[in-house]
């Protein structure tokens, strides 16, 4: 069974810091997904990813396969930004998502 | 496309009562998801279906939970009868699953706050 670990649980910045959000995986995987959970409750899919890296706007994730481990990071944060970052994998295979505990992110005018 | 459709968005009811969730998945996916959040156990996958076929539902709690995809369009999770620790919100997603493969990005409905009394 995959474990999937998130840290930190909680983060509060200033808004323009660099903010980098980890995740951790026990088993092999096909790819690592990257959620934002908004204060309303909505789920919106930030990215996917198996190798590599991928950015959008703001937002980079990368990943290390050998090492088990992907990261977050939102450049030049913004109050908006606030939120619930959620990891999530899924093996080889099978579609199902195994999630970790989430980040909360708080961002401070 | 209007994407992911859940309803009711907000349902409270009494401890035995029987407990329907519906869903409308992105029209063209395949593969439909049913989730559940609570604050102590985070998102839990319950069940999935990839052209309407349950595919896994080892995350199905108990015989009071069944879900059922009678087409493409339309999916239902029941509870009953309803106990307070099913209090949670449920959501709903859905992928393109064009196989049943583990790269599709999942599109997440609005969720269902449900509240056992």
């Known amino acids: 069974k995959n474990e999937v670990e998130q840290s930190p649980q909680n983060l509060t910045a200033q808004e323009g810091e660099f903010i980098t959000i980890n995740c951790s995986y026990s088993?092999?995987?096909?790819?690592l997904h990257w959620l934002q959970q908004h204060p309303g409750g909505g789920i919106v899919s930030l990215f996917m990813?198996?190798?590599g890296k991928k950015k959008h706007g703001r937002l980079i994730a990368t990943i290390n396969i050998q090492e088990k481990h992907s990261s977050l990071h939102i450049t030049a944060s913004h109050p908006r930004d606030s939120a619930v970052y959620i990891c999530a994998a899924t093996e080889f295979g099978n579609e199902k998502l195994t999630f970790g505990t989430g980040t909360r992110l708080t961002i401070i005018p | 496309d209007a994407g992911v459709i859940q309803s009711p968005r907000h349902e409270v009811t009494e401890m035995g009562q029987e407990v329907t969730l519906r869903c409308k998945p992105i029209s063209g996916h395949n593969s439909l998801f049913w989730y559940r959040q609570t604050m102590m156990r985070g998102l839990e996958l319950l069940i999935y279906f990839n052209n309407n076929v349950p595919i896994d539902d080892s995350g199905m709690p108990e015989d009071r939970f069944s879900a059922k995809m009678p087409n493409a369009s339309f999916s239902t999770l029941k509870i009953q009868p309803s106990e307070p620790r099913d209090s949670a919100v449920y959501f709903c997603?859905?992928?393109?699953?064009?196989?049943?493969?583990?790269?599709?990005?999942?599109?997440f409905g609005p969720g269902t706050r449900l509240t056992v009394l």
């Open positions: 997603a859905s992928s393109l699953g064009l196989i049943v493969s583990s790269y599709n990005e999942q599109f």
């Open positions: 088993v092999g995987i096909s790819a």
């Open positions: 990813l198996s190798s």
